[in-house]
């Protein structure tokens, strides 16, 4: 199986950029189609993003399209997530996923890090 770690939340103020990290550990990382998924208080977990295994194809949701990129760099079995113009509503905790199946998905991933706090201040 793999670890993951994510790193580099924190608070900002609304229309600012932050970039997340997850580091992963274990298995092969260009094995695992990789997205990013968030949770506000008191609501479901939800997608954002997914990247392929070796980062050709992308799949974000609506609500962060074009603002947030999800890359991967292999070599260094790193995640990320760049993260510009936040609103207050990007305000959640924010997961890293490993996903063993091929293409990409909205759900059932398979591994899961801790999550790292995002909060956007107006």
């Known amino acids: 199986q793999v670890q993951l770690v994510e790193s580099g939340g924190g608070l900002v103020q609304a229309g600012t950029s932050l970039r997340l990290s997850c580091a992963a550990s274990?298995?092969?990382?260009?094995?695992?189609?990789m997205g990013w998924f968030r949770q506000a208080p008191g609501k479901e977990r939800v997608f954002v993003a997914a990247?392929?295994?070796?980062?050709?194809?992308?799949l974000y949701a609506d609500s962060v399209k074009g603002r947030f990129t999800i890359s991967r760099d292999n070599a260094k079995n790193t995640l990320y997530l760049q993260m510009n113009s936040l609103k207050p509503e990007d305000t959640a905790v924010y997961y890293c996923?490993?996903?063993?199946?091929?293409?990409?998905?909205?759900?059932?991933?398979?591994?899961w890090g801790q999550g790292t706090q995002v909060t956007v201040s107006s």
């Open positions: 996923a490993a996903d063993v199946t091929r293409g990409l998905r909205t759900m059932g991933y398979d591994y």
């Open positions: 274990g298995r092969t990382f260009s094995n695992y189609a």
């Open positions: 990247i392929s295994r070796l980062g050709g194809g992308t």
